[in-house]
């Protein structure tokens, strides 16, 4: 017999972050690293606008009409829209930096669940060992 686990959804967003990174690090694939951070995004923005009650016109239509990123820009949008909605357009592909967009995608789901209250395992502070080693040109200038 199964055991069942209850788990909130930013329980679920911190634990589908954590697969993203360990992908990332341990099996060196971005595209399943994104495709498993965009679902955490998915449910930390569903968290986001539950809270705040609305959204915006823009935002509203932009997912009613699953509108192409150009149509509505915002970091990371393209190769995010092409996991959620199935967009076929190849030169969406075309000369993208898988790893640098995982990384972006995961720092950002990072930083918005811990927005929100919630946790990432010690996979976020593996990640951002890692980051700091294998990426030095993402870090910050200091001073």
């Given at each position: 017999?199964?055991?069942?686990?209850?788990?909130?959804?930013?329980?679920?967003?911190?634990?589908?972050?954590?697969?993203?990174?360990?992908?990332?690090?341990?099996?060196?694939?971005?595209?399943?690293?994104?495709?498993?951070?965009?679902?955490?995004?998915?449910?930390?923005?569903?968290?986001?606008?539950?809270?705040?009650?609305?959204?915006?016109?823009?935002?509203?239509?932009?997912?009613e009409r699953h509108s192409h990123p150009r149509?509505?820009?915002?970091?990371?949008?393209?190769?995010?829209?092409?996991?959620?909605?199935?967009?076929?357009?190849?030169?969406?592909?075309?000369?993208?930096?898988?790893?640098?967009?995982?990384?972006?995608?995961?720092?950002?789901?990072?930083?918005?669940?811990?927005?929100?209250?919630?946790?990432?395992?010690?996979?976020?502070?593996?990640?951002?060992?890692?980051?700091?080693?294998?990426?030095?040109?993402?870090?910050?200038?200091?001073?």
């Amino acid at each position: 017999m199964s055991e069942h686990r209850k788990i909130t959804t930013i329980d679920a967003a911190g634990e589908l972050l954590d697969w993203s990174i360990r992908v990332l690090l341990d099996y060196h694939s971005p595209l399943p690293s994104i495709a498993l951070a965009t679902a955490a995004d998915n449910i930390l923005a569903h968290i986001v606008r539950a809270k705040e009650g609305h959204l915006s016109l823009k935002e509203a239509l932009a997912l009613e009409r699953h509108s192409h990123p150009r149509e509505n820009p915002e970091p990371m949008d393209t190769l995010r829209d092409l996991i959620r909605y199935g967009q076929r357009d190849d030169w969406l592909m075309a000369g993208r930096d898988l790893e640098t967009e995982a990384i972006e995608l995961i720092v950002r789901g990072i930083i918005d669940l811990h927005g929100l209250g919630g946790t990432v395992s010690y996979e976020a502070e593996r990640f951002r060992h890692w980051v700091l080693q294998a990426r030095p040109e993402l870090r910050e200038d200091e001073g």
